[in-house]
């Protein structure tokens, strides 16, 4: 008699790692996914839509389109580890290639960071990994990287419908907050802001308000080191109905107690000197951008050559 004592969940996970009863593929990024229909299907009202006119009992791929920053070869990774454990790990990832979708405006970046700092956020690639049989060993992320992943991880969710998962990453995001200090980090914080609020209006307001109102709490949780931050100033040219709300929130919640006014003032007064000359810097960024374009290509090239 060949009883088994594997759980669901165990089996599951077993199939994850393995070939056999395949019967999908899914390419995301270059990379494929081997998985099952009847898995992925009943998860993800995108990959359900998706195979809807494939063939039954056969081996057939599909292909998600990769999206830079959140919908990459890492984050459908994580969505189809997901979709077979019910968790996807976000605490031991070193190689995770962060690839914000906004472009970044250098001048504003925190001028003090250090190398090993620059290091933990630059692209880099992973090798190829096999999946089915193989070795499926996950690449590494710092700590701080994973408030990066995760938020990446919602927006995957959020794109491959999968509502379970959006509110797994933000567990995850609110259980980082509980367990670390971003005192220093808060160019992490600013990268997820970025991510979060720069791929509107793919992803709706209404789509993202559970993780939005999480980061502004935070944000405001601990508001007297975010609005002297480097990263605040990014945050406010980038992404403005951040601010908006950050601020609205502030003030409310330092106006509901009297002992906090003093503080409020103080609070609200750097706000708005930090506004004041980011309006100053926005406004010369747009200048010097107009005087670029009226350069001839000559000039652009001399210039270019000479910086």
């Known amino acids: 008699m060949n009883e088994k004592t594997v759980t669901p969940s165990q089996s599951n996970a077993m ?4 070939k056999t009863y395949s019967d999908l593929v899914i390419e995301c990024g270059g990379y494929p996914f081997q998985a099952r229909r009847g898995i992925v299907f009943t998860q993800s009202g995108l990959l359900e839509r998706r195979c809807e006119d494939l063939l039954p009992g056969s081996l057939q791929a599909i292909e998600v389109a990769s999206e830079e920053g959140f919908m990459e070869k890492d984050f459908m990774e ?3 580890t997901y979709m077979y454990t019910g968790d996807y790990d976000d605490s031991v990832r070193d190689t995770f290639s962060h690839k914000n979708g906004a472009k970044k405006d250098n001048t504003t970046r925190n001028k003090t960071r250090t190398q090993a700092d620059d290091a933990m956020v630059s692209d880099t690639e992973h090798s190829p990994r ?5 070795t499926m060993d996950p690449p590494t992320m710092t700590v701080h990287k994973a ?26 995001i609110e259980n980082y907050f509980i367990h670390t200090e971003l005192d220093q980090d808060w160019e992490f914080f600013a990268d997820s802001v970025e991510l979060l609020y720069t791929n509107m209006p793919i992803f709706t307001q ?16 601990q508001y007297s080191a975010f609005v002297i931050s480097d990263s605040f100033t990014r945050v406010t040219i980038l992404c403005p109905e951040f601010v908006a709300t950050f601020t ?11 002992s906090f006014e003093a503080e409020r003032d103080d609070a609200l007064q750097e706000l708005a000197e930090a506004q004041a000359e980011l ?13 670029q374009k009226r350069l001839p290509a000559s000039d652009k090239d001399h210039k270019a050559d000479t910086s």
Not at 130 to 134: I, L, T, V, Y
Not at 281 to 286: D, F
Request: proline share 0%; glycine share 6%; aromatic share 6%.
């Open 147 to 172: 408030l990066i992943f995760n938020t990446g991880t919602y927006l995957a969710a959020y794109r491959l419908q999968i509502m379970s998962l959006k509110n797994a990453a933000c567990k995850k």
């Open 78 to 80: 994580q969505a189809l």
């Open 15 to 18: 199939l994850w790692k393995s």
């Open 248 to 258: 609205k929130k502030l003030s409310n919640a330092l106006g509901r107690d009297e």
């Open 279 to 291: 309006k100053i810097a926005r406004k010369n960024l747009v200048q010097e951008k107009a005087a």
């Open 206 to 221: 209404r789509a993202t308000k559970q993780l939005r109102n999480i980061l502004v709490s935070k944000a405001v949780e």
């Open 130 to 134: 096999k999946f089915g049989g193989d």
